[in-house]
């Protein structure tokens, strides 16, 4: 971390501006060199200069520098923002010009990672940046916003801090035992709070169901015996013709992903090649991998026709969606009724070919994961799979720690397990890590960034 590095940080195109940004010792004395008689050694923190880029003698581009001075910035370090004229050619030989001059490229994402090695955010808000970046709707930018600004670190930091608090007190009858002042740390107390950090935990873990949700998306798939409408519904739902549609029964067979916002909800869409009773091997490979996606999925699209009556078929899949999320789309009301549709529940009617009722199938969605609900919690919710992972490690453990005592396991044992769990919970928020983790984190940042 001791040499200046530098990289476009804008995307790489045309465009009105673009950033050139340089984080390290030797920022600003790199930027001096290249900038127009001009020497930045005495400029304040926090101040802006205008100018020209120099090339020896030519000028390059007219700019606007940005000087901020360690410890206030991004990177805890000194960092210098060229703001540029946009355009490939310009920003590219401003970038080339601070690399002759003492600058280093940066990797993707080492902005951000000396942001964290220097202990100006954590591991989760970093992450939290990567969200924010990636995020598709307003309530994922603020999910990922509310991780940015620490309050998921927050939350797995009050968890630590009890634990640290239930060890401290097992310490306090350890070293103690005669200090009868000293609330006496019982057995009993001891397994009452864990089992109250057990239910915090717990809840932590179902609740980021939602966020992941909706972070995420929801993995959905459509199902229906073939010739129902299952691509032209897919295809009204995107609103480009990307899956196959056709009137021979039974030639989708391959799925279609395609990803579909709606409203606050980002749908990861998953086209199947239909389930039905077949002796067609090829089409049997597909059969078997609907009734699998049927079990992955957060959401089932079941398509039946309007034109037709159930079918063993339709009743069979119906069957296997008996405890899932799903709304069962019938579609082609256009044509006469013929379904028997007594037996069907969260119905919508719909009409793939002649666009009628679309819209409710997204209202339908909604209502089924309660987001009007969720949009009014404060959305602090642990999205990454990362800090997931290990917090249901961490769950395991509490249980196995309470088991343990229960089969009246030495107190100094459970003292050295909590003592563990407490060191698994910093690993959320990067209190330890390893270098290949951080590497392999960072690097799915952009470069720049
Ligand atoms: P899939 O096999 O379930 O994917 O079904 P397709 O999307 O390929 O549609 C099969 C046939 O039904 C095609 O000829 C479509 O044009 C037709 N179709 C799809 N949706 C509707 C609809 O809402 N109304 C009518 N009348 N025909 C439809």
């Known amino acids: 971390m001791d040499d200046t590095i530098a990289a476009i940080s804008t995307a790489q195109g045309v465009g009105a501006i673009s950033i050139i940004r340089v984080s390290g010792f030797d920022a600003i004395k790199i930027v001096s060199r290249i900038f127009s008689n001009k020497d930045f050694k005495d400029a304040p923190s926090h101040t802006i200069h205008y100018g020209y880029i120099m090339d020896d003698n030519d000028k390059v581009d007219e700019v606007l520098v940005t000087i901020m001075r360690a410890p206030k910035t991004f990177t805890k370090e000194d960092v210098v923002e060229i703001n540029a004229h946009g ?3 310009t920003t590219d030989k401003i970038l080339e010009l601070l690399l002759v001059n003492g600058c280093r490229l940066a990797e993707p994402g080492e902005f951000t990672k000396r942001a964290f090695l220097n202990g100006r955010i954590d591991l989760t808000e970093a992450e939290g940046v990567m969200e924010l970046i990636n995020s598709k709707t307003d309530i994922s930018r603020k999910i990922a916003l509310n991780q940015v600004g620490g309050k998921v670190s927050n939350m797995i930091r009050k968890l630590r801090d009890e634990l640290a608090l239930i060890i401290s007190n097992i310490e306090v009858n350890i070293d ?40 995420n998306g929801i993995k959905t798939v459509i ?40 409203d606050n909800l980002i749908l990861n869409l998953i086209d199947t090649a239909g389930i039905r009773d077949t002796d067609d091997l090829v089409e049997s490979i597909g059969v078997d991998k609907s009734v699998k996606l049927i079990d992955q999925a957060d959401l089932i699209l079941f398509v039946v026709n309007y034109n037709e009556k159930l079918s063993s078929e339709d009743l069979a899949i119906l069957d296997k969606l008996k405890d899932k999320n799903y709304i069962t789309i019938v579609n082609k009301c256009d044509l006469d009724k013929k379904v028997d549709d007594d037996k069907l529940k ?103 960034k």
């Open 87 to 89: 355009g490939i050619m």
């Open 223 to 262: 199902v229906g015996k073939p010739n129902v409408g299952k691509s032209s519904l897919l295809n009204r739902l995107i609103g480009e013709d990307k899956a196959i549609v056709t009137d021979i029964r039974g030639t989708t067979r391959d799925s279609v992903e395609a990803t579909l916002r709606l």
């Open 346 to 448: 969260n119905t919508v009617y719909v009409s793939a070919l002649k666009d009628v009722n679309i819209d409710e199938i997204g209202k339908k969605i909604k209502n089924i994961f309660n987001l009007e609900k969720i949009e009014t919690t404060d959305l602090t919710y642990l999205t990454s799979a990362r800090s997931l992972a290990i917090l249901r490690k961490v769950l395991d453990s509490v249980k196995a720690v309470r088991k343990g005592i229960e089969n009246n396991y030495p107190i100094d044992m459970v003292e050295i397990d909590l003592k563990d769990i407490w060191n698994l919970l910093g690993e959320i928020i990067g209190e330890s890590y390893d270098e290949e983790l951080l590497d392999n984190l960072f690097s799915r940042f952009c470069v720049g």
């Open 176 to 215: 103690y035992p005669e200090y009868e002042d000293i609330e006496e740390m019982t057995i009993n107390k001891i397994n009452d709070n864990l089992s109250d950090l057990e239910n915090k935990i717990d809840k932590i873990l179902k609740e980021s169901k939602n966020g992941e949700v909706l972070t």
